[in-house]
T-cell receptor, first 116, second 112 residues
Framework: EAGVAQSPRYKIIEKRQSVAFWCNPI?????LYWYQQILGQGPKLLIQ????????DSQLPKDRFSAERLKGVDSTLKIQPAKLEDSAVYLC??????????????FGPGTRLTVL | SQQGEEDPQALSIQEGENATMNCSYK?????LQWYRQNSGRGLVHLIL?????REKHSGRLRVTLDTSKKSSSLLITASRAADTASYFC????????????FGAGTRLFVKA
């Protein structure tokens, strides 16, 4: 089965520019996650979708970050405008169920963002 | 805020030795998972233990869960150089929907 796909793999932008990341989860997976992972730290949940509804976006900086899940499948994460502290790896993951059971998350390779 | 906290932050051992990593969390959970991340790569799921389980094995991995102490441990036996990676615990808890929170991770280095 195909894994979680993310693009681009790398992106370098200047501060105040905009950037968008794309994620294609595993087919049929109900839950999709976006994480931000700063070097040396664990993944920090930005937003969690269940189908095309938002379960949790409490740690998403909504003044600059936005995310949507199109028709409950693909998802995009946008940063506008970017700041230096946004430099990180952005990980997308999907999960067959809605959590709490015995299913687990499958991660994509991530997008490494560098803000200059 | 992070739900889980791992210790040690970093661990260096010789090939063939056992490696033990610990994870503590703050609130009640439905399950706890361990993931591995090789440098610059995505996370790979290792093992999941439910809140009503106390111990689970998978190959060279052994996970324990103590819900009274809100802690878990991951033991890797007979370590190999290929086990060099960062290891993260993650917890699922229900707060109007199941939410997964990761800890900061333990960086394991296995010397050949």
């Amino acid at each position: 089965e195909a894994g979680v796909a993310q693009s681009p793999r790398y992106k370098i932008i200047e501060k105040r520019q905009s950037v968008a990341f794309w994620c294609n989860p595993i087919s049929g997976h109900a839950t999709l996650y976006w994480y931000q992972q700063i070097l040396g730290q664990g993944p920090k949940l930005l937003i969690q979708f269940q189908n095309n509804g938002v379960v949790d976006d409490s740690q998403l900086p909504k003044d600059r970050f936005s995310a949507e899940r199109l028709k409950g499948v693909d998802s995009t994460l946008k940063i506008q405008p970017a700041k230096l502290e946004d430099s990180a790896v952005y990980l997308c993951a999907s999960r067959p169920g809605t959590g709490g059971g015995t299913d687990t998350q499958y991660f994509g390779p991530g997008t490494r963002l560098t803000v200059l | 805020s992070q739900q889980g906290e791992e210790d040690p932050q970093a661990l260096s051992i010789q090939e063939g030795e056992n490696a033990t990593m610990n994870c503590s969390y703050k609130t009640s959970i439905n399950n706890l998972q361990w993931y591995r991340q090789n440098s610059g790569r995505g996370l790979v799921h290792l093992i999941l233990i439910r809140s009503n389980e106390r111990e689970k094995h998978s190959g060279r991995l052994r996970v324990t869960l103590d819900t009274s102490k809100k802690s878990s441990s991951l033991l890797i036996t007979a370590s190999r150089a290929a086990d060099t990676a960062s290891y993260f615990c993650a917890t699922d808890r229900y707060t109007g929907g199941f939410k997964t929170i990761f800890g900061a991770g333990t960086r394991l280095f296995v010397k050949a």
